[in-house]
């Protein structure tokens, strides 16, 4: 439905209380009972139901910014691939061919290989690995994908 009416702000320019009468009867938040949540405390009882009806159950309460999680990736470091490498090779985590063990991240139940620790073996390693986790295992003679 249009509105026929020009705006009162419009009208009133010049005029300081905008048909409001005396000064003091259109002033701030007084006038509308406060600002925002005010008067829906201990002594507005009798105004639940209507403030429920109107904006449901979430008007009352804590509400605010909520961290959001972070997932971390669960990581394993190559000393502990080194130390057990042969439990590993026995459980069938990890293959060996010719001089390289061939290792598989996920297949381990890990996100990310991480380059903490020495390694003296050969490794063809698939999954998402750190820099210098890479790093150390090309400079040991292997090969990252």
């Known amino acids: 439905m249009t509105a026929r009416r020009q705006k009162k702000n419009k009208k009133m320019r010049g005029s300081h209380t905008h ?6 009867k259109h002033r701030g938040a007084g006038n509308r009972g406060g600002r925002g949540m005010a008067g829906t405390g201990k002594r ?6 209507s403030i429920l009806k109107e904006y449901g159950k979430e008007y009352f309460g804590r509400r605010g910014f909520i961290t959001p999680t972070r997932k971390e990736d669960k990581t394993i470091n190559l000393d502990y691939i080194e130390k057990h490498t042969d439990k590993l090779t026995a459980k069938g985590l990890i293959t060996k061919e010719n001089d390289y063990y061939i290792i598989d991240i996920k297949k381990l139940g ?4 991480l380059g903490k620790g020495r390694i003296k073996n050969k490794y063809k390693v698939t999954g998402k690995i750190s820099k ?5 295992i090309k400079q040991a003679g292997g090969e990252t994908q």
Do not use: F, N, T
Not at 110 to 113: A, G, M, S, T
Not at 132 to 136: D, I, N, W
């Open 132 to 136: 210098k986790a890479a790093e150390r």
């Open 19 to 24: 048909g409001w009468g005396s000064k003091k």
């Open 44 to 49: 507005a009882d009798q105004k639940k139901p």
């Open 110 to 113: 890990y996100d990310k290989l």
